[in-house]
Nanobody, 114 residues
Framework: QVQLVESGGGLVQPGGSLTLSCAAS????????MSWYRQAPGKERELVAS????????NYGDSVKGRATISRDNAKNTVYLQMNSLKPEDTAVYYC???????WGQGTQVTVSS
């Protein structure tokens, strides 16, 4: 079964950090450009970060630049998103997306609150 499964979300205090994981199955994620998106209640889904096939190119949304790092471990078929200095406005459901395959994960909730 071709799918993406995100994990690592949860409740984090403002200023804290977390790392999200996106495990691919049924296909080799190293063959795909991978992205993280997020969607907050009442807002449109927005790009958080993306990473090229060979991990040479990364791209970040303006709202997370300097606070987020996307990486990939092709041996584990997994993509990661590390976020630091979290703010309440980072609260959203975070989705993994295999661009070339047009496959979305089910999402993982991140809540930043004291």
């Amino acid at each position: 079964q071709v799918q993406l499964v995100e994990s690592g979300g949860g409740l984090v205090q403002p200023g804290g950090s977390l790392t999200l994981s996106c495990a691919a199955s049924g296909f080799t994620s190293s063959s795909a450009v991978m992205s993280w998106y997020r969607q907050a209640p009442g807002k449109e889904r927005e790009l958080v970060a993306s990473i090229g096939i060979r991990a040479l190119n990364t791209n970040y949304g303006d709202s997370v630049k300097g606070r987020a790092t996307i990486s990939r471990d092709n041996a584990k078929n997994t993509v990661y998103l590390q976020m630091n200095s979290l703010k309440p406005e980072d609260t959203a459901v975070y989705y993994c997306y295999a661009v070339n395959r047009r496959i979305w994960g089910q999402g993982t909730q991140v809540t930043v609150s004291s």
